[in-house]
């Protein structure tokens, strides 16, 4: 398998850039993930990267390699998909990502019971808010919030959920609860914002009685993290646009008051996002399969809760 091994080592190394993404992608040393590479190098009589202090680039022929390489390593992904199906004993190793207020609040505390399920299945949950490339970071399956840029992945959709804006009773009863959207971009009030490099959605789009309207809000405080928006909206300190299932408990205890109702946040589509070849491997169906009526259930009983 050492050959094998090596092959993967250098996909990843050219996919990432960098040996010691790579290595870390991998869970092995960077120096277990250099001398990998230079195994291959030495076997095949070529250089594959040019390697300076800053910068690690392809050659020649670690471009043509890579192609190669990619096709070997999806023969042995699809036959060793083909034997799991037969056997009908799904198992191996399950990267999933999903955004921090979706993987906090509704998969990690499913991953137990699925482990349970399929003992034969490891899962490594990675959550960010920031926009993820499933090839590159070597994603099996990816929980998404909105509509995906990439047309080339395959989606399956969960559900179309449900937002609210929202603000600490402290906040209103400072500056007054707002009565139309426009109190929202005129320096009325003040909102939180959830902001990360290429963040897609820098306006909050709101129901009216014209239509979607998306307003550009004003505030002092942004943050890449969800979860700190919502402590940050608990503490006082400004009207949050945030999903239901986020907030829940905080709606049915009165920690936070929904405010324009009446034009309330365009829900928002919740799914799976996948590449084809990924969906060939039994292990990822099985848990797209298994996640979705799940996660669908929590999702109907955090807007129970929040209505409660």
Sequence with gaps: MSYFDNIRTFV?????????????????????????????????????????????????????????????????????????????????????????????????????????????????????????????EGLDVAFFLGLPEDSTLRIKKIADCTRVLCAAPTYLAEKGTPETPTQLTNDTHDCLNLRYPGAPEFQWPLETTE????????????????????????????????????????????????????????SIQMALLYTHRRHQDPKTRLFIDWMTPRVQAELKKNLATAAA
């Design 211 to 266: 239509g979607v309207q998306r307003f550009a809000v004003k505030g002092p405080f942004e943050s890449d993290d969800g979860d700190v928006l919502t402590d940050w909206a608990l503490g006082g300190l400004g009207i949050t646009l945030k999903p239901v299932f986020e907030i829940a408990e905080h709606l049915a205890s009165g920690a936070l008051t929904p405010v324009l109702t009446e034009t309330p946040p365009v």
């Design 12 to 136: 990843r190394v050219y996919e990432l850039g960098s040996m010691s993404a790579a290595a870390r992608d991998q869970r092995i040393s960077a120096a277990v993930a250099s001398s990998r590479i230079s195994q291959l190098e030495d076997y095949l009589s070529v250089r594959l990267f040019h390697r300076t202090t800053r910068q690690l680039n392809p050659t020649e022929q670690g471009n043509i390699f890579y192609e190669g390489a990619c096709k070997i390593l999806e023969s042995i992904d699809e036959a060793e998909a083909a034997v799991n199906s037969i056997t009908q004993s799904p198992r191996g190793l399950l990267h999933v990502a999903a955004p921090l207020g979706v993987g906090r609040r509704l998969i990690a505390p499913l991953i137990p019971e699925f482990k349970k399920e399929y003992p034969l299945i490891d899962l490594r949950l990675r959550l960010s808010d920031r926009k993820l490339d499933l090839t590159a």
